[in-house]
């Protein structure tokens, strides 16, 4: 399944891809994305910071709960944006009752200060407004738990001026390359 997923990332842009083909990503550059892309091999890449991310969204998602008084569930789908077809998204979880969704993030103590002040990384807000574009939603939110620090959580508005600068820089990422 994951191979599949994997594979299915080829044909389009995701959410993460967003915040690096806008070079908003420390970690990743566009020209890696488009090295990924143009291959057939399906890299497998984990580590113990990816995995601990995935074994506790679960965990986040049920304090974003606790936090809140909303109720989230499993997005269980890949999404796709119908008028912008390359637009892929895998949503961490979708708010119950409203046309919001849920990013869910564990963040190490030693990038703590990029969350100071009411701060969301940059990469991040690229994200965020990708699955915006995806879903046509009003907003998302995004929690982060900071380990043994905090857990914050913040809202994020569409910004349609925005989402249109990454639609178009996407598409020009995807059809010139």
């Not at 594979?7 to 488009?34: C, F, L, Q, W």
């Not at 995995?51 to 986040?60: A, H, I, K, T």
Request: charged share 30%; net charge negative.
């Amino acid at each position: 399944e994951k191979d599949e997923w994997l594979k299915h990332r080829k044909r389009g842009i995701t959410g993460t891809d967003a915040g690096a083909i806008t070079g908003m990503n420390p970690y990743v550059s566009a020209m890696e994305v488009y090295q990924d892309k143009i291959s057939d091999e399906i890299v497998q890449f984990d580590n113990e910071s990816m995995r601990q991310g995935r074994d506790l969204e679960n965990y986040v998602a049920e304090r974003f709960m606790e936090n809140t008084g909303l109720k989230v569930r499993k997005a269980n789908a890949i999404y796709q944006n119908e008028e912008h077809p390359i637009m892929l998204a895998d949503f961490d979880r979708l708010i119950v009752g409203q046309k919001a969704g849920l990013e869910c993030k564990t963040v190490s103590p030693y990038s703590a200060d990029k969350w100071k002040d009411g701060d969301i990384p940059l990469h991040y807000q690229m994200q965020v407004q990708h699955y915006l574009a995806v879903s046509g939603f009003d907003c998302w939110y995004i929690a982060a738990l900071i380990y043994g620090r905090e857990f914050i959580v913040h809202k994020i508005e569409r910004d349609e001026e925005l989402i249109q600068y990454l639609i178009t820089i996407e598409e020009r990422f995807w059809n010139d390359n």
